[in-house]
C-alpha cells in the first residue's frame, strides 16, 4: 500500500505563489509517476501536471503551463508543484496522486493523497 500526504495549500491572492508538496509512504517511490489533479466544486476532477518516475519527463495541462512546476525528490519521497502567477479560477481541491505510469487520466492512478485546499482571491 502507498500513502500520500499532501501540504502546502492556503488562501493567496492572484497573482501569488504557493508551494504544494506531497509526501509518499509505504513502497518505492521511485517505481511511480506522480500527478496532480485538482477539482473545484461542481466541476470533475482534472488532471494539472505528472512527472515521470525518474523526474526526467514532465507534462502540464495547458491552463498550468507556464505557471506551475512539478520536481520530485525520490530520496526523500516527495513530490513538489510550485504554483506562480495564481488566478482565481486555480481555486480547488488539489490531490497528488500514484500511478505505474505517467497519465492524465485519473482512472489510471492506483493511489491517492487526501487532498489540499487551494483559494485564489480575486
Known amino acids: 500500500q502507498v500513502q500520500l500526504v499532501e501540504s502546502g495549500g492556503g488562501l493567496v491572492r492572484a497573482g501569488g505563489s504557493l508551494r504544494l508538496s506531497c509526501a509518499v509512504s509505504?513502497?518505492?517511490?521511485?517505481?511511480?509517476?506522480m500527478g496532480w489533479f485538482r477539482q473545484a466544486p461542481g466541476k470533475e476532477r482534472e488532471f494539472v501536471a505528472v512527472i515521470a518516475w525518474s523526474g526526467g519527463s514532465t507534462f502540464y495541462a495547458d491552463s498550468v503551463k507556464g505557471r506551475f512546476t512539478i520536481s520530485r525528490a525520490n530520496a526523500k519521497n516527495t513530490v513538489v508543484m510550485q504554483m506562480n502567477s495564481l488566478k482565481p479560477e486555480d481555486t480547488a481541491v488539489y490531490y497528488c496522486?500514484?500511478?505505474?505510469?505517467?497519465?492524465?487520466?485519473?482512472?489510471?492512478?492506483?493511489?491517492w493523497g487526501q487532498g489540499t485546499q487551494v483559494t485564489v482571491s480575486s
Open positions: 496522486a500514484a500511478a505505474s505510469r505517467p497519465d492524465v487520466i485519473a482512472s489510471i492512478y492506483n493511489y
Open positions: 509505504g513502497r518505492t517511490f521511485s517505481n511511480y509517476a
